[in-house]
Nanobody, 125 residues
Framework: QVQLVESGGGSVQAGGSLRLSCAAS??????MGWFRQVPGKEREGVAL????????YYADSVKGRFTISQGNAKNSLYLQMDGLKPEDTAMYYC????????????????????WGQGTQVTVSS
């Protein structure tokens, strides 16, 4: 099973930027993406990238502010977060599953079988 390790979280003021990174132990990771979770709420899909052509999918709440990308070797994943808002505060998780992504995959976190340990993002107003 692929191992995932996130980095890059931290604290920032509203309007600021952060870049999250995820290192995968293998190259053939399939659909990869970022989820986030705050205490007491369900984990939600933020952004996904598909291996077949690299199609990208975003939650409505982050469209136009967040950008997902992969390294050339396809074993690294990034999330550039600009225009951060206090409501973006959460633990962010990198995830992977075999196959491709679709827009519906953002709501199917149970289909992801590899998860990182999470990295905290805190946005202050």
């Amino acid at each position: 099973q692929v191992q995932l390790v996130e980095s890059g979280g931290g604290s920032v003021q509203a309007g600021g930027s952060l870049r999250l990174s995820c290192a995968a132990s293998t190259r053939d990771t399939g659909c990869m993406g970022w989820f986030r979770q705050v205490p007491g709420k369900e984990r939600e899909g933020v952004a996904l990238i598909s291996p077949a052509g690299g199609s990208m999918y975003y939650a409505d709440s982050v469209k136009g502010r967040f950008t997902i990308s992969q390294g050339n070797a396809k074993n690294s994943l990034y999330l550039q977060m600009d225009g951060l808002k206090p409501e973006d505060t959460a633990m962010y998780y990198c995830a992977a599953r075999p196959g491709v992504c679709t827009g519906l995959t953002l709501r199917r976190r149970s289909t992801f079988d590899a998860w990182g340990q999470g990295t905290q993002v805190t946005v202050s107003s």
